[in-house]
């Protein structure tokens, strides 16, 4: 039996909540404080946390911390403003923590 086509997911490392779709993927270049993390444009099934400033590898941003609806892990955090005119592509943006995600069904 062939499997059905789907979007490729991402879930929760903890609790398997989908938070975030392959597509929505801009970029797997970026370092988290577990090491490597990508950049999505939309995430789903989060909860959004106080924003901060916070100096990150690139400058001074704000940001908010995510983490997952249903079990509460954190999972990353949220660019809510960049100060860098060369960093305003992040804004709006999500960091996803590749140690804190994981493939669904794929």
Known sequence: MAQSIGPRL???CNCRNHVGLHDDIISKAFQG?????FLF????NIVVGPKEDRHLL???????????ADCNE???WKYE??????????E???IFEK????KEDW
């Open 92 to 94: 709006g943006k999500f």
């Open 33 to 37: 404080r577990t090491g490597r993390a």
């Open 99 to 102: 140690a804190k995600i994981v």
């Open 10 to 12: 991402y879930s929760c």
């Open 58 to 68: 690139t400058g001074l941003h704000t940001v908010a911390d995510i983490s997952c």
């Open 41 to 44: 444009s939309h995430a789903m």
């Open 74 to 76: 954190p999972l990353g």
């Open 81 to 90: 403003r960049a100060y860098e005119t060369s960093q305003k592509y992040k």
